[in-house]
């Protein structure tokens, strides 16, 4: 799937989703941002404010979600990805996790993946790497 296709399909999907995000699943969903964010081993402040605006330009789909609770959990473990990428993915990892054998939340956390993924267009090896975690976590077979 070609990165357009992945977000417009992971738009979609979060559409779905459109009422009550759980503190659990808020926290898988920042998780996710968070490793394709800091899979290069950097993290600019540009980037943060890049996945949060994705979100941010489409209110009207998620129209329940706590922006400025995403925003800040998204920093918190991004930062912590940084600062000690080994136990900062296992971190995000964990709190992945949590959602297995959801198969709905499953779905909404690699969708908010690909759509980090596609926010600049490219997909690079580090962001398939990344989204190899997001799944194995989730249970789930990889895809972008």
Same mark, same amino acid.
């Given at each position: 799937m070609v990165p357009d296709e992945s977000m417009a399909y992971a738009i979609a999907t979060w559409a779905r989703f459109s009422s009550g995000v759980s503190?659990?699943?808020?926290?898988?969903l920042s998780a996710a941002f968070a490793l394709v964010a800091?899979?290069?081993?950097e993290l600019a402040e540009s980037e943060v404010d890049e996945f949060v605006? /994705?979100?941010r330009g489409k209110a009207d789909v998620f129209v329940n979600l706590d922006f400025d609770a995403v925003e800040s959990s998204f920093r918190d473990l991004a930062e912590?990805?940084?600062a000690d990428p080994v136990q900062g993915r296992v971190q995000a990892c964990e709190h992945i996790a949590r959602?297995?054998?959801d198969a709905d939340r499953c779905e909404l956390v690699r969708s908010a993946a690909a759509i980090a993924i596609?926010?600049?267009g490219? /997909?690079?090896?580090?962001?398939e790497t990344a989204?190899?975690?997001?799944?194995g976590a989730l249970g789930i077979e990889a895809s972008i």
């Amino acid at each position: 799937m070609v990165p357009d296709e992945s977000m417009a399909y992971a738009i979609a999907t979060w559409a779905r989703f459109s009422s009550g995000v759980s503190d659990e699943l808020l926290r898988a969903l920042s998780a996710a941002f968070a490793l394709v964010a800091a899979s290069d081993g950097e993290l600019a402040e540009s980037e943060v404010d890049e996945f949060v605006g /994705v979100l941010r330009g489409k209110a009207d789909v998620f129209v329940n979600l706590d922006f400025d609770a995403v925003e800040s959990s998204f920093r918190d473990l991004a930062e912590s990805l940084i600062a000690d990428p080994v136990q900062g993915r296992v971190q995000a990892c964990e709190h992945i996790a949590r959602l297995k054998g959801d198969a709905d939340r499953c779905e909404l956390v690699r969708s908010a993946a690909a759509i980090a993924i596609g926010a600049d267009g490219r /997909v690079r090896a580090s962001e398939e790497t990344a989204m190899q975690h997001i799944c194995g976590a989730l249970g789930i077979e990889a895809s972008i």
